[in-house]
């Protein structure tokens, strides 16, 4: 036994940095003054943020895992800042980030009476985590966050700790109680294919005349083993949104993303397809878009929860997915040219050349796709990415290029408004030298811009894009396609930059297009100098083409293409009368449809 005596709250503190965590969020309360008193002991070592509002924290820790894969941390008192912390908790949750957050508590002598503040967390913290207990004894206290941390990495999620304030005062002997070592930070044994696996895939695809790849984030790194899968296999590639950056965009059949926040050729070869083969990827809109038409199915997961999740299964397959993707290209031959790659090629090709197009247009009012060339404009090469939920995630699907260096981290499952400031943080914090840029819908940021002053007070040279359009433009979008009266999606619009003022952090307004080049400089100037920048850009409110409004119907040994009925079903907008009415009204005059390319290349049913 020691002689020696620590705080329990130093030494639970000693545990967390024992894992190589350099910094965390929170905001004090009178609960969580125990743990307060040890981040001023430890400051030299983990570097507590003050945020200002412990959702932002919560996202923050959330983000620091995402972009890392290492545990984030954040903290709250007892009570209001603990449910406040929740919000960003979920968000940890459904994106599968190790986070550990610790919660305030009442002292054991008030505990369990009512007391001001105090009531019984567990039950609040049991849903949303994976592992979630209340301190009973000080020497238990870092013990039971070492614990937590090896939950939270093992089920990918939330561990909770829930502190009474008094146990952390108290002295305890000063022994190594963090159990973190060198061995935690190997890499995991692959699941490995077997030969059965890879011919019984061949022999599907062999059968299959418009096969089609979606690729997840379970690609790791193996973006250009699976570009060499699909020249050889002659199938062309769709990505879910989390994997965007995992493989080169630049390819030609790389068709981007399917679904709503999407690119046009993707979700109409997608929705073609007799063979879809998931890889790597769990697709949350995965229950509808799988089942638009009768498909096989195949499926490659590192995950055995994951298969057949969403369609019945023609071949699971449990493997790494980037191992399978090897081994089937060690043992596949060259496949000709398929007319149906080559369509989708086409089809490809057609809408980049449309989207260039927007985003080329300096002209007024400013379309988001020039916001987006201007941020790709000004990106270094290793930039890391936080983009806001709401219009900014379609838009930033389709315009935002994320190359092999950069990161871009999002709200993908929880898809919370709020998140894109916090990423940010989280981006500077994580990784102080590469440049960080947020972009955020008037609305979304408007939810936690109070922590722009975070970004002040700790010197955080963020560059914060605020597309401004007045209006919850995904919901507009949303209620556009229903039989319904537009309601409650109306903002007041806000100067930004004077509220970016305010807080000391400099910044300019924007509603010229020609004006907008010069406020990214300055924003590129003001950041390279160490301090934050904000961008208020006022944007149009139109939607931008709404790709899911095209349907693919296969039928008499042809594929016809039509808008869907609920296209501005809403009371206050018109129908179009015809695909190319739609088409030619979001300026697509230069869009072909896919039934016209499958004619051209000669793909039939
Ligand atoms: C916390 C939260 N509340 C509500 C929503 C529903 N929601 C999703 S997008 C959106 C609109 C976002 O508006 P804004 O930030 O102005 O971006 P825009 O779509 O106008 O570009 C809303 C209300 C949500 N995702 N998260
Ligand atoms: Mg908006």
Redesign the pocket.
Known sequence: MSENTVAASVAMLKVIEGWGVDHVYGYPGGSFNSTLSALTEEKDKLKYIQIRHEQVGAFAAAADAKLTGKIGVAFASAGPGATNLLTGLYDAREDHAPVLALVGQAGTSVMNTNFFQEFNEDPIFEDVSVYCRTIMTAESLPHVVDQAIRQAYKNKGVAVVIIPNDLGFEQIPDLPYGSHSASDDKVAPKVQPTDQEVKEFLRLVSQAKRPVLHVGRGIKDGGDAIIDLSKKLQIPIIMTGLAKGYVDESYEGNLGMSNRAAHKAADEIMASADLLIAVGADFPFADVIYQTHPMKFIQIDNDRVELGRHHNLDLGIWSDATEFVKAVLTKADQVEERPFMKAAIADNLNWRDYMKKQEEGAVNPIKPAFVYQQVNRIAEDDAIFSI?????IINAFRHLHVGKRQKMVISALF????TGLPGALAAKLSFPNRQAIQV??????S?IMQDLITERKYHLPIINVI?S?K?????KSEQDDLPMHRSGID?EDQNFAKIAEGMGVEGVQVTEAADLPRAFDQALQVTKEGRPFLIDVKVTPARALPVEALQLHQGNGKFVETVSPKYNANFDVERPKSVRDFLDSYDGQSLKTLPEFFDEYGVTL
């Open positions: 806001d939920v709401g219009d900014n898809a919370s408004m709020g955020a819908g008037d609305g979304a940021f939810m597309t359009n209006v919850l433009e995904f919901i903002l």
